[in-house]
């Protein structure tokens, strides 16, 4: 935990929630999660993205997932019920969010009260690392709290990586999935 991370929004939210939350700092230069988890010594099913994605008349949703996974937008789009669901260019998810891709965090943007999906994979893991809504800082957070503070709804929207080669790769790869 560093000392010098000036306090963000969604810690303030986790505090006024009860929440117990540990901060992880790494080199802000950093755009990936498996970048992340390399820097700060965790296996990268531990390390969440938050991927912006556009559903119908211009609504916007936060899905998090595993840095080594890739999200099926068509699964995804079916588990909400919707016909189709997009990725949101790294343009768009920073002018929505007022936040730069690489620090985009669903804890940062309870205000715009889109709605958060978690990939069922987290359930594995007693707690997880979210990006605190800045590049660089992250909060792990035990999963439990996250889906409560979060109201997020649990979705199974990807697959496990078959090796590190292949996690990026796909019909529904998109080069915003790293960032976000």
Known sequence: ??????????????EAQGVTYEIVTYDEAIRDGVG????????????????????????????????DRTLDLKRFARSIGQKKATMTTKRGAEAATGLKTG?????????????VYLDEAAQQQEAILVNAGQRGINLKIAVAELIRVLNAKIVAVTDPPADAASTETGPDASADQDTA
Do not use: C
Not at 1 to 14: A, G, I, P, T
Not at 37 to 66: C, H, N, R, S
Not at 103 to 115: D, E, P, Q, S, V
């Open 1 to 14: 935990m560093s000392d010098s991370v000036q306090k963000l929004n969604s810690m303030r939210f986790l």
């Open 36 to 67: 992340v988890a390399e820097a700060v010594g965790l296996p990268a099913e531990q390390v969440y993205k938050t991927l912006m994605v556009q559903i119908k008349d211009g609504e916007f949703a936060l899905v998090m997932i595993a840095s």
């Open 103 to 115: 620090g985009i965090g669903a804890l940062a943007l309870t205000h715009k009260r889109w709605g």
